[in-house]
Nanobody
Framework: QVQLVESGGGLVQAGGSLRLSCAASGRTSSIKLISWFRQAPGKDREFVTFINWSRGNSYYADSVKGRFTISRDGAKNTVDLQMNSLKPEDTADYYC?????????????????WGQGTQVAVSS
């Protein structure tokens, strides 16, 4: 089992920045990648970004490319999401998720473990 705990959400004005963190514990050796998803009120959960746990390569949704940066600290078992130039449309609950061997990194149902989520609100 893997446990994930997010932190770092909050309220920020448009154009501001926030840094989210996801702390992994338990059987972290089984993790192949960690992703961030987000879910706005009344909308489906959407993929934001992933990072390969061992190799460190990453990928971003077009909506956040150039503004968000994902990084990992293998020693601390943490994955951070630096969010810059935030927009009101970034307002959502943000979740980190871990997968052993996903068929599709963009599909939430492929992930085995989820954190409880952290709220991000961006005011205009």
């Amino acid at each position: 089992q893997v446990q994930l705990v997010e932190s770092g959400g909050g309220l920020v004005q448009a154009g501001g920045s926030l840094r989210l963190s996801c702390a992994a514990s338990g059987r972290t050796s089984s993790i192949k990648l960690i992703s961030w998803f987000r879910q706005a009120p009344g909308k489906d959960r959407e993929f934001v970004t992933f990072i390969n746990w061992s190799r460190g390569n990453s990928y971003y949704a077009d909506s956040v490319k150039g503004r968000f940066t994902i990084s990992r600290d293998g020693a601390k078992n943490t994955v951070d999401l630096q969010m810059n130039s935030l927009k009101p449309e970034d307002t959502a609950d943000y979740y980190c998720a871990a997968a052993d061997r996903p068929s599709s990194v963009f599909t939430a149902t492929e992930y085995d473990y989820w954190g409880q989520g952290t709220q991000v609100a961006v005011s205009s």
